[in-house]
């Protein structure tokens, strides 16, 4: 008999990844995500793209993303875009993340890889970014092994009370802009960040890459 493990397999959300989806985020992020966000990534809804990673039928890893227009996107001017072709997009990710049976396996890099290549498909798509909040050490190292660049620091941009606040009568968190350019764009655009070491809050990072807005 073989020992060879399953190997991963990438494909689209689909409805029956409802309820894994929700488990998975429920145990990796201190965000609540709302019901709607679920259908939207689960029934490509409202833009939001997807990926999922299974292993053996098991939902082992998930990206969730949404392209919008430059003129709908409400971090144009952090992203340097507000003259940027009418006509172009960007590219969010909502939510990254593997299970913990299924980390250091390089399943988050082949998503994240899958859905840049995606967005370069799109005509337009000028880049791939993300909030990542503050102190997260290990998702702020996995993002800038793929090249993403820190743009700049959001002041309490994600509201997490308790009993899911990482740090104990905290409420709101900081959190990074990261952005990786797909056509070259912030390739001539210094970072805006200075002293950002000295910035860093002091709790334990999560093993999962946290990213995503406060809802969608």
Do not use: W
Not at 23 to 28: G, K, R, S
Not at 180 to 193: I, N, R
Request: with cysteine; glycine share 8%.
């Amino acid at each position: 008999m073989s020992d060879q493990l399953p190997s991963p397999a990438y494909r689209v959300l689909g409805p029956d990844d409802d309820a894994p989806l929700k488990a998975l985020h429920a145990a990796l992020f201190p965000v609540a995500y709302e019901d709607a966000f679920y259908r939207k990534a689960c029934f490509g809804l409202d833009d939001v793209r997807s990926l999922a990673c299974t292993v053996g039928g098991e939902l082992a890893g998930f990206i969730t993303y949404r392209v919008v227009p430059v003129l709908e996107c409400e971090d144009a001017a952090l992203l340097g875009l507000l003259r940027a072709d009418p006509d172009s997009s960007v590219a969010y990710i909502l939510t990254l993340g593997t299970s913990e049976a299924h980390r250091r396996q390089g399943v988050a890099s082949s998503l994240l890889e899958r859905a840049a290549a995606d967005c370069r498909t799109l005509p337009g798509c000028r880049l791939l970014y993300l909030h990542v909040i503050v102190g997260n050490s290990a998702a702020l190292a996995f993002y800038d092994a793929h090249c993403f660049q820190r743009l700049t620091l959001v002041r309490s941009f994600y509201h997490i009370p308790a009993p899911r606040s990482p740090v104990p009568g905290q409420d709101l968190y900081d959190a990074y802009l990261l952005a990786l350019s797909l056509d070259g764009l912030l390739a001539k655009q210094p970072s805006l960040l200075s002293g950002a070491a000295s910035l860093l809050h002091g709790f334990v990072a999560s093993l999962s890459c946290f990213g995503g807005r406060k809802a969608v």
